[in-house]
């Protein structure tokens, strides 16, 4: 699947002008709690679907892109189980959508170890690109990233590419071939450019979520899920000279001390001056702290897992470090729940927060309280991938207990749902628009189904006094 350089450079063009509706969204005037609202905004109820998959508001409606072990590869292979973060990427004929495989163990449908492709035959996980047409249609589904464990989330960059990112500190032994935890490239067009996969060593290897490039700088930001002790929030600084470009990752990962290139740094947030220990001690929205940067001693974690290489005192942690995503000239990102018994100080059941590089500040947008009955609706718990809305606000997956939906937060911060899971109490994942705004891709990811969602998003709120209003 050879593609000519020049074309190549169109479809991407193409994208980037995409993505400026995609980061349009703003949630400058997010305040939470969720539960602050008792009138439903946004689309209005959520209609039951006679077929048992999805509902959605009145006059949406939705269509299966990919089904776990019933679609079939361009090789004749059973689409692999497990969708997770997800990214859309124009082309003349329609998007393709690059699709992680969050596949750990014994899954049945494991990313099939494809020649040229694979950077460990024995993990099962991977990515694999689906191409649509305009109206969403499934046209095909091929692998563009295999043997790597656990992926995750991930980030689009600003040259058209995605990052997929491992949830994992496995180390080499028994069925693997390779220590895993690390980030690679996966570029949706060229084929050939995923030949022969390099981890990006120099993001560093640790339970990898999701990533965000600052395209001013090429910074590039990234989550860690973990506990015991709890993850960090992570800033790349590029080496001087770099710039962000098709094959530049993969070029310095290749370079000489390509493995510790730039700087890996963990966040520190201070509020006039007093260190915060963990993110959960934020509990209004606008809580507003200063944020500066610690460099990362080993990012290999040779010995120490990299979180375990600093003390408490040092930086700044934070329960579910989840899903991000660039917008608003920053970088909007999730925290899904905070325990005191996991070491948080308060607890919640989702926070997300806005990281504003101008200023070196993060700010909490929008808080959901502990919720007190999730199988209820209306209340939200466990937010985890999360994307910008081109009609104002956010698209949350939640990835809670209970019931399971995408939930849309407003431009006013008011919350609102938008999809309710029917077959199981699956999380969702991988919210992404589609360039020109109008289809919604999403996958359910036990139930292993990307699916994409069409409807009058332009519509007015439901709701007119707290409405979506756009």
Known sequence: MHTPLSRRNLLRAGTLTGLGIAFAGSIQAVAGPAYAHPTVPGYGPLVPDPAGILSLPEGFSYRIVAEAGKTLLATGEPTPGDPDGT????????????????????????VPARPGFTFDPGAGG???????????????????????????????????????????????????????????????????????????????????????????????????????PNGLYFRWVPPKGFKGRDGALRKLA????????GRLQA???TLDGLHIADLSAATEPGTKYKV?????????????????????DQVTRARKLEGQWYGDGGVYFVSSYARTSDGSVHEHDG?????????????????????????????????????????????????????????????????????????SDSEFTGPTFSQDGRILFAGIQADGLVVAITGPWGRRGHDHDHGHGH
Not at 87 to 105: K, P, Q
Not at 292 to 312: C, G, H, I, Y
Not at 357 to 372: A, D, M, Q, S, W
């Open 267 to 269: 966040l520190k947030a």
């Open 87 to 110: 990214a859309c990427f124009g082309t003349r004929r329609g998007f393709t959508l690059v699709n992680n495989h969050e596949i750990g163990g014994d899954e049945p449908h494991r």
């Open 292 to 312: 500066s940067w610690v460099d990362v001693p080993d990012r290999l974690a040779a010995t120490v897992s990299v979180r375990k290489q600093f003390t408490n």
């Open 351 to 423: 926070q997300v927060w806005f990281y504003d590089p101008k200023r070196e500040t993060i700010e909490l947008k929008t808080i959901f309280g502990v919720n007190p009955d999730p199988k209820a609706e209306g209340h939200y718990d466990g937010p985890d991938n999360i994307t910008v809305s081109p009609y104002g606000g956010i698209i949350l997956a939640e990835d809670g207990e209970g019931l399971s939906h995408l939930v849309g937060v407003s431009d006013k911060g008011v919350t609102y749902p938008l999809a309710r899971n029917e077959i």
């Open 254 to 261: 290749l370079s000489e001390g390509g493995d510790t290139a």
């Open 126 to 228: 991977g990515t694999t690109n689906i191409e649509v047409d305009h109206h969403g249609n499934r046209v095909r589904q091929y692998v563009s990233l295999a043997g790597t464990h656990n992926n995750c989330a991930g980030g689009i960059t600003p040259w058209g590419t995605w990052l997929t990112c491992e949830e994992t500190e496995q180390r080499k032994g028994g069925v693997f071939q390779q220590d895993h935890g690390w980030v690679f490239e996966v570029d949706p067009f060229d084929s050939e450019a995923n030949l022969d996969p390099v981890p990006l060593k120099f993001l560093g290897r640790y339970s990898h979520e999701a990533v965000a490039v600052d395209p001013k700088t090429d910074e590039i930001y990234l989550t860690e899920d973990a506990s015991g």
